[in-house]
């Protein structure tokens, strides 16, 4: 009890986990929150003795130790705040014990702290607890037990089960948009995919503006509302996570005998390592909450260090993380056995790090994958940008295409899809300045053995997909779900669905920007 203390520093660490918890990291699970706080708390249990070495003083050594948490576990925003709170306290708490002759002791400053520390944790764990209370955490649960458990009936298999490839490029604008939003011909990439025998779907739309709801829908081929429902006041966007993980689709094929292969990307969300074969670009793959930390707080100091190792949030990282998904996606084939491969590639998505030629770019400031109205430049810069990166992404699809159907024994299934359409027109607070065409408009090729043009309806939504997989090669008669495109009421609640079905189809207004 004496050197209590010592936990000073450990409470302020914990203090700011708490607040970017809440106000920062809708998009972090709980276990990236633990294995933060873990990491940084073992590192001041590390720093301790060293401390200690260097003032020969506990006492000491705690003060130092909390000023090292707030110069580098805290972010700007934080660090004034806590600041403010400390000095205002301090000065509270020297004006009352020499007014009042009170002897003014170091032990009774660690009291203050911890009180300021505690107050905060306090204040977080209630904002968490409330937000947390919004969840029906029983049926939530038991929607993603359904997720696991594979409820489609398969009449009949393939002899020879092929290997099923899920390639979904954010942001990629269906081709008739290109053409009319950017003035890009985009005919020699599906003129190439068609002479190959891909289906290039003409007018496909997406159900869901976001990749946070998008991709889910369609590997669980359903409405986040049926599969996942009473959501409605949650803004936790990682509640997604389960059912990309684990999905309805990958159940199915699971128990098929598939193994399943999945790659690391600049996401946790739709980052899977629970897969059989995860294939990563860095040695460590770090979570959300890590990368914020190094973005936002003095421990970017460590990047350099640690960028060979680590997928550190930067441009570079970016562009490795994309180059390796696209080059194993080309070695797959020789992998023994059915194989059901899923991989998200953040791009022609921003930021926009290559150019046409596959060149490095490096966007002004700060690395981060902002989109439409949250955009740094233009429109002008957004197009120049985008197209750029749309070249880029044909040219390794040509290569990924071209190796995968070489080095394939049995003719694959290949869905190379994109999650939603590009940002240019899109205005993620508001769905009436948003150009729903546009965003709901994602480009889509089939490579699909024994199946024609005619198998694949003109209006196809992505929900409807796996579907369609799932009835022409394993004869499980399921039926197609109602076309619905659905944005969302505002930024923070993803949940709540604002049904703009009737806009599909209505012509876009130039941006002001």
């Keep these: 009890m004496k050197r209590l203390y010592l936990i000073t520093p450990f409470v302020f660490a914990l203090s700011f986990i708490l607040y970017i918890n809440y106000w920062v990291l809708t998009l972090a699970s709980l276990d990236q929150f633990f294995r933060l706080l873990f990491v940084l708390w073992l590192l001041l249990g590390l720093l301790m003795y060293p401390a200690y070495y260097l003032t020969r003083d506990w006492e000491w050594a705690t003060i130092l130790l909390t000023v090292f948490v707030f110069g580098f576990y805290f972010s700007q925003s934080f660090f004034l705040l806590m600041g403010s709170v400390v000095l205002i306290a301090t000065i509270m708490w020297q004006l009352y014990f020499r007014l009042r002759g009170f002897e003014v002791r170091l032990t009774q400053f660690f009291v203050l702290l911890n009180g300021v520390a505690v107050f905060i944790i306090a204040l977080a764990l209630y904002l968490n607890i409330r937000a947390f209370a919004q969840v029906p955490w029983g049926t939530y649960f038991q929607s993603v037990d359904q997720a696991r458990t594979p409820s489609i009936k398969i009449t009949s298999s393939p002899v020879v089960m092929p290997d099923i490839y899920y390639i979904v490029l954010d942001g990629y604008l269906r081709s008739d948009m290109l053409e009319n939003l950017y003035g890009y011909d985009n005919t020699p990439l599906t003129t190439y995919l068609q002479q190959k025998g891909f289906i290039v779907p003409a007018n496909i739309h997406s159900n869901y503006a976001k990749t946070a709801v998008s991709v889910p829908s369609t590997l669980n081929m359903n409405y986040v509302g ?54 990563h670009a860095f040695p460590v793959v770090l979570t959300d ?37 696209f080059e194993s996606l080309q070695n797959i084939p020789e ?31 700060k690395y981060n994958t902002n989109d439409a109205d949250d955009f740094y430049g233009s429109s002008s810069v957004y197009k120049e940008g985008y197209i750029g990166q749309v070249e880029f992404v044909n040219a390794q ?78 004869e499980a008669n399921l039926p197609l779900l109602e076309n619905k495109q659905y944005y969302y009421e505002d930024t923070v609640y993803l949940f709540r669905p604002v049904d703009v079905t009737s806009r599909i189809d209505e012509e876009c207004r130039m941006p002001l920007r």
């Design 226 to 279: 049926s599969y996942a429902p009473g959501l409605e006041n949650s803004h936790f966007w990682w509640l997604m996570t389960p059912f990309i993980d684990h999905s309805q689709v990958r159940a199915v094929l699971e128990s098929q005998g598939y193994k399943t292969i999945s790659f690391s990307t600049d996401w946790s969300l739709t980052d899977n390592p629970t897969t059989d074969i995860y294939l």
């Design 289 to 325: 909450y890590e990368r914020y930390i190094l973005d936002a707080t003095g421990l970017g100091i460590i990047k350099p260090l640690i960028k060979d190792l680590a997928s550190i949030p930067s441009f570079d990282t970016h562009r490795t993380v994309i180059q390796y998904s």
């Design 335 to 365: 992998m023994d056995g059915p194989k059901f491969v899923f991989a998200h590639i953040l791009s022609p998505h921003p930021p926009f790090v290559f150019d046409k030629n596959g060149a490095p770019i490096n966007p002004p400031g």
């Design 397 to 474: 699809l040509r290569l990924t295409v071209n190796a995968i159907l070489k080095k394939s024994k049995t003719p694959p299934i290949i869905l190379i899809q994109a999650d939603h359409g590009s940002g240019l027109l899109t205005d993620f607070s508001s769905a009436e300045n948003t150009c729903i065409k546009e965003r709901f408009s994602p480009f889509a090729a089939y490579y699909l053995p024994g199946m024609e043009q005619r198998d694949i309806p003109s209006d196809l939504t992505t929900v409807n997909l796996f579907r369609i997989i799932f009835n022409h090669y394993f």
